[in-house]
């Protein structure tokens, strides 16, 4: 809404520079508006978004990718005809669905706090010895990895928004 606020008084400002405003008598009343113009363009600056967004959404999509891979590759071994590996397959997705069905789903923050808990899940010497069965630390690995970078990124983004000030646009 902002946004389009701003289009239209860009807009207006446009105009204003095409007519001869000394002739109308409006040239102070222009500055002043185009001057209260670059006031309200850099408080939009949070608004219109962040760079690093995205970065931000492709490591999201990263992190997606190696949890849904690595569900899926479980979800495969819970089939397999060793029962040892099907066994361990039906402990570790049993623990992995306690966190919920589409985790990959979820906003940023909750996704990031229930993967950090799945993970601590994951490291237990127990959960690690049942994921080297089925040959999955380098997944484990990989999603390890994925989610480090997603929350660095995101605190880059949350530290660089916070330089900028909001709320000035009313």
């Excluded at 967004?53 to 849904?68: K, T, V």
């Excluded at 480090?148 to 000030?165: A, C, G, V, W, Y």
Aim: charged content about 30%; overall charge negative.
């Amino acid at each position: 809404r902002n946004l389009e606020h701003f289009q239209v008084m860009s807009n207006v400002l446009a105009y204003l520079k095409a007519e001869n405003l000394e002739d109308l008598k409006l040239a102070p009343v222009a500055e002043t508006f185009e001057a209260k113009m670059k006031v309200y363009d850099d408080a939009l600056v949070l608004e219109r978004g962040n760079v690093l967004s995205g970065r931000l959404n492709q490591a999201d999509l990263e992190r997606d990718l190696a949890l849904r891979s690595l569900v899926s590759i479980i979800k495969v071994y819970v089939s397999f005809p060793e029962a040892a590996q099907s066994d361990a397959a039906s402990e570790l997705l049993h623990l992995i669905e306690k966190y919920g069905k589409q985790i990959d789903k979820l906003p940023y923050l909750q996704e990031s706090g229930v993967l950090a808990n799945l993970l601590q899940d994951l490291e237990l010497a127990e959960n690690k010895a049942l994921l080297s069965l089925l040959h999955l630390d380098e997944w484990l690995m990989k999603l390890k990895e994925a989610c480090t970078e997603f929350d660095s990124l995101f605190l880059n983004r949350e530290s660089d928004n916070s330089t900028k000030l909001s709320g000035q646009v009313k």
